[in-house]
């Protein structure tokens, strides 16, 4: 049984405004972020895991290590967050801007669309299936088929790897679910299960970033 422990990283100086971070501009966590992995290391820190895997991407990277403490953090290219091509870095205004019609049609099909020079939804489902693939055929020892697992990686491939792992039509993967920075997401697959097997435990669960008073849903991308 795979116990798979999701989150996004923290927040970083570009996101505020929204901007599409993908694979190019590899910035670190601003001040905020780091208190939101903060945040997330006290409710999950304490718990163990037999693996912390994390996009090599810096604020990824630095997301997992304030989660890991002490513990080694593997990485794996394939978490990386979709890359946006000549959309890197940009608003959705000043996309709009310059490709409105292309954004239109993508908008409509993010799956079978790629950003203009970068990738699709299902390039970058590709990633995460073949990700995936490899985590339910490995097996620690002396867990006795018990594993736990926790990942850090990116809103856009969170969103599409819980299309993969859900069985959900990646080209729904922006409609269909909210991955908010430094979250806990948790996916179960029982011994010998198929990768579109996976059973949503904890969805996009902000409680401990929350302020007192406020409601967590309230921190949830476009509420």
């Not at 990277?61 to 000549?86: C, F, K, N, W």
């Not at 909210?178 to 435990?201: C, E, F, H, K, Y």
């Amino acid at each position: 049984m795979l116990t798979f422990v999701l989150t996004r990283h923290g927040l970083t100086d570009r996101s505020n405004p929204e901007q599409h971070l993908g694979q190019r501009i590899d910035i670190g966590l601003s001040a905020a972020g780091r208190a939101q992995a903060a945040a997330l290391a006290a409710r999950i820190g304490p718990e163990h895991f037999d693996r912390i895997i994390a996009s090599p991407l810096r604020r990824a990277q630095e997301t997992a290590h304030i989660v890991a403490g002490d513990r080694p953090v593997e990485l794996d290219a394939r978490l990386s967050e979709m890359g946006y091509g000549r959309w890197e870095g940009l608003t959705y205004e000043q996309i709009d801007a310059t490709d409105a019609p292309y954004r239109a049609r993508w908008e409509s099909d993010p799956a079978g669309l790629r950003c203009p020079d970068g990738e699709s939804g299902d390039d970058v489902a590709g990633r995460a299936r073949a990700f995936l693939e490899d985590l339910l055929a490995w097996e620690a020892p002396m867990t006795k088929g018990q594993q736990v697992v926790l990942t850090v990686a990116h809103s856009s491939f969170n969103r599409i790897l819980l299309c993969v792992a859900m069985g959900v039509p990646v080209r729904d993967y922006r409609r269909r679910f909210a991955q908010g920075q430094g979250n806990l997401t948790v996916i179960r697959w029982p011994s010998g299960a198929r990768v579109t097997d996976g059973r949503l435990l904890v969805a996009n669960d902000t409680s401990h970033l929350a302020a007192p008073g406020q409601s967590p849903w309230e921190l949830a991308p476009g509420a």
